[in-house]
Structure formats: C-alpha cells, structure tokens
Nanobody, 126 residues
C-alpha cells in the first residue's frame, strides 16, 4: 500500500508561481509512475503531468506545457510540480497519483492510477 500526501497549495495572484510536493510512503516510489491531476469546481478531474520513475520521461497536458514542470526525487520518495505563470483557470484541487505498472496508454487517464493523495487546493486570483 502506498500513501501519498500533497502539500504546497495556496492562494496566488495570476502570473505567480507555486510548487506542489507529493510525499510517498509505504513502499518505495522508484519504479512507480507518478502523476498530477486537478479538478476544478463543477468539472471532471483532468490530467496535468506525469513522470516515469527515472524522471527523464515526462508528460504534460497541452494547457500547462511550458508553464508547469514535474520532477521527482526518488531518494526522498517525493514528486514535485513547479507551476509558473499561473492563470485563474488553473484554480483547482490538485491530486497526486501513483501506479507501479502504468503503460503509456494509461498515463493520461485517472482510472489507470491505483494510489491517490487527498488533494491540495490551488487558487489563482485575477
């Protein structure tokens, strides 16, 4: 069993930056694909970014490419999401997710991930 705990959310003005962290415990996160999803009020949860265990292969939603960066420190069992040039439409609850056996076809789909954090709120004011 893997436990994921997100932190780093908050209120920021448009154009600002935040860094989210997701700490994994229970089993080593190395070997796991780690992802970030978000859910805005009244909307479905959507894919944001993901990283293979090596950290060298990453994936991004088109809406965040060039603004967000996912990275991971396997020694600390932690994955990060650096969010720059934030926009009001980035406002959402951000969730960390993990899975040990994720194929490429499942990277972008929330149903493919076995483990989830409780979420952290990000609010971007205009």
């Amino acid at each position: 069993q893997v436990q994921l705990v997100e932190s780093g959310g908050g209120l920021v003005q448009a154009g600002g930056s935040l860094r989210l962290s997701c700490a994994a415990s229970g089993r080593p996160s190395s070997g796991y694909t780690m992802g970030w999803f978000r859910q805005a009020p009244g909307k479905e949860r959507e894919f944001v970014a993901a990283s293979r265990w090596s950290g060298s292969t990453t994936y991004y939603a088109d809406s965040v490419k060039g603004r967000f960066t996912i990275s991971r420190d396997n020694a600390k069992n932690t994955v990060y999401l650096q969010m720059n040039s934030l926009k009001p439409e980035d406002t959402a609850v951000y969730y960390c997710a993990a899975d040990p056996y994720l194929l490429y076809s499942g990277i972008y789909h929330e149903g493919s991930y076995d483990y989830w954090g409780q979420g952290t709120q990000v609010t971007v004011s205009s």
